[in-house]
């Protein structure tokens, strides 16, 4: 199947400062790419939909200024959390979809905000 | 709004018995339905997918799945586990556009 790297895979970071996590398609254009944060012990959570050369669409209650979404190539999505605070530590996994019926995932970032 | 719902949260067997994992979705629209599997330390992959023709799906390593549109659910099957099959399983749907998941079930095969 069509590959999805995640970049970085673990990052620790301090309180107040921000973090980019990558997101990239690495045979495939993907125009739509899809951010979840999976909860221990729980689903994974649509956080935002990326569509690319657009603003991405954010689901209710994720706030938009603190989780910054680019997707300024075909190949490419960032997530950038910025003003980390220890609430925040989590597990984001990133998908890309080349059409309807599958999507295919990064392997994940583990965050953890000291 | 979409949503998808399974049942259990934890499920213990030994090797060579049977499993069914449920799940139910809700969506007013065509809906395509998945089950993906994420081992381990390991990322999630597709076991399965329906989105039209026969109900009955077969999917990877010996899994299948029947959608049931009366009564809006997807389960999962397998005739026998194996230790290897330890895992934790998502449902999913995808209606416009977006693909929502289950809270998941954390299976454990014991040897």
């Known amino acids: 199947g069509a590959v999805v790297s995640q970049h970085p895979s673990r990052v620790i970071c301090k309180s107040g400062t921000s973090v980019k996590i990558e997101c990239r398609s690495l045979?495939?254009?993907?125009?739509?790419m899809f951010w979840y944060r999976q909860f221990p012990k729980k689903s994974l959570m649509l956080m935002a939909t990326s569509n690319e050369g657009s603003k991405a669409t954010y689901e209710q209650g994720v706030e938009k200024d603190k989780f910054l979404i680019n997707h300024a190539s075909l190949t490419l999505s960032t997530l950038t959390v910025t003003s980390a605070h220890p609430e925040d530590s989590s597990f984001y996994i990133c998908s890309a979809r080349i059409t309807d019926t599958e999507a295919f995932f990064g392997q994940g970032t583990r965050l953890t905000v000291v | 709004a979409q949503s998808v719902s399974q049942h259990n949260h934890h499920v213990i067997l030994s090797e060579a018995a049977s499993l069914e994992l449920g799940c139910n979705y809700s969506y007013g629209g065509t809906v395509n339905l998945f089950w993906y599997v994420q081992y381990p330390g390991q990322h999630l992959q597709l076991l399965l997918k329906?989105?039209?023709?026969?109900?009955l799906v077969k999917g990877i390593k010996g899994f299948e799945a029947e959608f049931i549109k009366s009564k809006f659910s997807f389960n999962l099957r397998k005739p026998s586990v194996q230790w290897s099959d330890t895992a934790e399983y998502f449902c999913?749907?995808?209606?416009?556009?977006?693909?929502?998941f289950g809270t998941g079930t954390r299976l454990l095969v014991s040897p």
């Open positions: 045979d495939f254009q993907a125009t739509t």
């Open positions: 329906y989105f039209s023709g026969d109900p």
């Open positions: 999913a749907s995808s209606g416009f556009q977006k693909l929502v």
